[in-house]
């Protein structure tokens, strides 16, 4: 992604903290936070990964024709268990296009893969602990809700591994890796809203998933 690109994603990150702010600060109801619930990875991250893994998925390198689907954009925060952000976090998300497949070569459709979409992205957290991807909201495939799967690489620390929901989509209630986290307060930690974006001329989507970890961030 270009530094201009990125930059003009800065307000809508600024927007999307409000939430984690009065949690976040030092000592401020940390001890409340309850942790994201692990999720398998999956058989299908990318056996080969794309030659632009950016935060854009969207758009490959500097190509003009943009992939099929409803804009969404995707952020949120990296937390310690102690309720701070944790910095030089790698966010990884994966997902199928609009059709259905995955960036793998094992994917069941992968004939009609949307050559446009990138499938796949990376971010690192700042200070702040957001990461901010551009993409297009989950569709389902056989046998699965929709959902964006995502890998956390902390330096020192197991991968983390999880994935993210649609609030209220009737087909989360039947899934079975939704529902197999059986405390309903926890589960509801992976489902979020994908909103509309205000004014938004194209009928882009906001979605904001923070993430807590059972790590305490180093100093």
């Known amino acids: 992604m270009s530094v201009s690109r990125f930059v ?64 969404t954009h995707l952020g949120g925060r990296i937390l310690g268990a102690n309720g701070q952000p944790i910095r030089n976090a790698l966010v990884e998300i994966w997902q199928v296009d609009s059709h259905g497949a995955y960036l793998h070569t094992d994917s069941g459709n992968a004939d009609q893969r949307d050559k446009n979409f990138q499938g796949f992205g990376r971010f690192l957290t700042g200070s702040s602990g957001e990461y901010y991807f551009r993409t297009i909201k989950p569709v389902a495939y056989p046998g699965r809700t929709p959902h964006i799967h ?41 489902a979020v809203d994908f909103a509309p974006v205000k004014n938004s001329r194209v009928g882009e989507l906001a979605a904001k998933f923070d993430i807590v970890l059972g790590v305490t961030p180093e100093a």
Request: aromatic share 8%.
């Open 150 to 190: 995502f890998a956390v690489r902390v330096p020192k620390q197991e991968t983390f591994t999880t994935q993210c929901y649609i609030k209220g989509d009737p087909r989360n209630q039947r899934d079975g890796v939704f529902m197999s986290v059986r405390d309903p307060k926890v589960r509801d930690l992976l």
């Open 8 to 71: 003009s994603r800065r307000g809508f990150l600024g927007s999307m903290t409000f939430g984690a702010a009065a949690l976040t600060a030092p000592g401020a109801f940390a001890e409340e936070l309850l942790r994201t619930p692990r999720q398998t990875e999956g058989p299908f991250y990318p056996n080969r990964l794309p030659l632009d893994t950016d935060n854009d998925l969207l758009i490959i390198n500097e190509g003009l024709t943009a992939a099929v689907g409803e804009i």
